[in-house]
């Protein structure tokens, strides 16, 4: 309900009611199997409290009492609910929509809120996954069509912000890959640090449009366009710096946050699978593409307007 209102901000316009709504359905499919997923690990356990939860699974997977199909079900739709919070393939639909709200708020969502909730879900219920490794194997192929997605997606964008949206996806694909390799600290690390990160380059944004129609005088439709921008740096010179240093973060460049975290992961997928490895190598190159694509077209490049 947060992040409904929060993307339907601006209720009056067409495009943001139907943004706030699509999240708001999107995420109620997900909600659905999480609900499933609760309710049959309840009847399994006959407990919500997590520590008492994953002692009782895990005696009863020890012991042979439980039918590996009915678990392996819950485990996936508890799962779900974490697919559609994250982003992650195929609920993913919701989020370049989102954009639609406040750029504060868009920074907000990106940070702490919704994208946080799925990771963070997977994360404390790790410890029952584990017990069941077609899961844990789903979570990591999961996480890697999710990553490779949304850096192919982001390439394709104009749209400023849907270009963070996308990166946004891929990012949080590198934490689902890591919680499927079993990594968790890794994981949570990543999630913070891309917080920071994430953060200070939708600010940076926010600036960059309102610049955009104050200096420049765009309407709003063609404030966000990344082909019309340019030449900024001696209007944002502050901004260009924050953005810069937020944009060498996310690439993963020493001695940056997101370096560590990303670096961590990274290693792991290398002990887990060289292909998710060179998948995950490769994305990480293209981050560092686009994100320096709008670095330069929006401060750098000068175009004639």
């Known amino acids: 309900m947060c992040s409904y209102l929060l993307i339907g901000f601006w209720f009056t316009r067409p495009i943001a009611a139907n943004a706030c709504q699509k999240a708001f359905v999107t995420n109620r499919v997900g909600n659905f199997g999480l609900l499933l997923g609760i309710l049959g690990l309840y009847w399994i356990t006959g407990s919500f409290k997590f520590r008492d939860l994953f002692q009782i699974?895990?005696?009863?997977i020890f012991n042979n009492y439980l039918n590996v199909f009915f678990v392996t079900l819950c485990a996936l739709l508890l799962f779900c609910g974490s697919v559609a919070k994250s982003a992650q393939f195929s609920l993913h639909v919701w989020l370049p929509d989102a954009m639609e709200g406040p750029t504060p708020i868009s920074a907000l969502i990106h940070a702490a809120t919704m994208v946080a909730a799925g990771i963070f879900l997977v994360a404390r219920l790790l410890p029952l996954f584990i017990a069941i490794p077609t899961i844990m194997n789903g979570i990591a192929f999961i996480g890697i069509i999710t990553l490779f997605l949304g850096a192919t997606l982001?390439?394709?964008?104009?749209d400023i912000k849907r270009n963070l949206a996308y990166s946004t996806m891929s990012q949080l694909g590198y934490m689902m890959l890591a919680l499927?390799?079993?990594?968790?600290?890794?994981a949570l690390f990543h999630l913070i640090t891309h917080a920071y990160s994430k953060a200070l380059l939708f600010l940076g944004f926010g600036s960059i449009i309102?610049?955009?129609e104050?200096?420049?005088g765009y309407s709003p439709e063609k404030s966000q366009n990344m082909v019309l921008m340019g030449g900024l740096t001696k209007h944002t010179p502050i901004t260009k710096t924050a953005f810069l240093?937020?944009?060498?973060?996310l690439c993963g460049i020493?001695?940056?946050a997101c370096f560590w975290s990303k670096d961590l992961i990274l290693n792991d997928s290398w002990l887990y699978?060289?292909?998710f490895a060179i998948l995950a190598y490769f994305t990480a190159r293209l981050t560092a593409f686009y994100m320096f694509r709008i670095y330069l077209l929006g401060f750098i490049l000068v175009v004639i307007r």
């Open 57 to 60: 699974f895990n005696n009863l």
């Open 154 to 158: 982001t390439i394709t964008q104009k």
């Open 180 to 186: 499927g390799m079993g990594s968790s600290r890794a």
């Open 210 to 212: 309102h610049s955009m």
């Open 214 to 216: 104050t200096i420049v």
């Open 245 to 249: 240093i937020g944009t060498l973060s």
């Open 254 to 256: 020493p001695p940056f």
């Open 273 to 275: 699978s060289p292909i």
